[in-house]
């Protein structure tokens, strides 16, 4: 290895080591108020599997539809999210699609606002997710969705038209955002 590309390796690491530094003193610091418990940790990229449900609730009117993401802690303890997934679409053969994505309340749901959800192992936080297919669609395939809206993403089967590549979603909640 060069000196240069040592160097770049060690910049590297350090700001992955602040960063989740800084994630590790953000969820810490978003703990209960006077509890004395200490808050969770950030949920790590491998401890979460994130799935789509309808929860009970049929999401379809007026030409939009929906359905909840569920993000289920796999891990073996306890960790926290908080905030709004990342999303993006992909087209067929996983092409990248150009998607608008914005946070806040769905035709469906009210925005519970970015909040630490804490997820003990097996546990599952929901977020509402909305778009439309009245006017030009594009044709998604499939559906990237990053729990906590950094790189790790998982991908999903999401085989539908979708205006403009436009997406509504609301934040992390424990139980599945509530009607508007």
Not at 66 to 79: A, I
Request: aromatic share 4%; hydrophobic share 40%.
């Amino acid at each position: 290895m060069t000196i240069r590309g040592l160097r770049t390796a060690v910049t590297v690491t350090a700001a992955v080591v602040l960063a989740a530094g800084a994630s590790a003193g953000i969820a810490a610091a978003a703990g209960p108020a006077g509890s004395g418990a200490a808050a969770a940790g950030s949920c790590g990229p491998g401890a979460l599997k994130v799935t789509t449900t309808s929860a009970g609730s049929d999401q379809a009117g007026m030409n939009h539809e929906g359905t909840y993401l569920r993000v289920t802690n796999t891990g073996k303890s306890t960790c926290a999210i908080s905030g709004y997934p990342g999303l993006a679409l992909e087209g067929a053969g996983h092409s990248a699609m150009k998607t608008t994505v914005h946070r806040g309340d769905t035709y469906f749901a009210q925005d519970p606002g970015a909040h630490q959800v804490t997820l003990k192992p097996g546990k599952s936080a929901y977020a509402d997710l909305v778009w439309t297919h009245a006017g030009p669609s594009a044709k998604a395939k499939y559906l990237q969705v990053s729990p906590s809206g950094g790189n790790a993403h998982s991908i999903l089967a999401f085989d539908k038209d979708v205006d403009g590549a436009a997406l509504s979603v609301t934040a992390w909640s424990a139980t599945p955002p509530g009607a508007s």
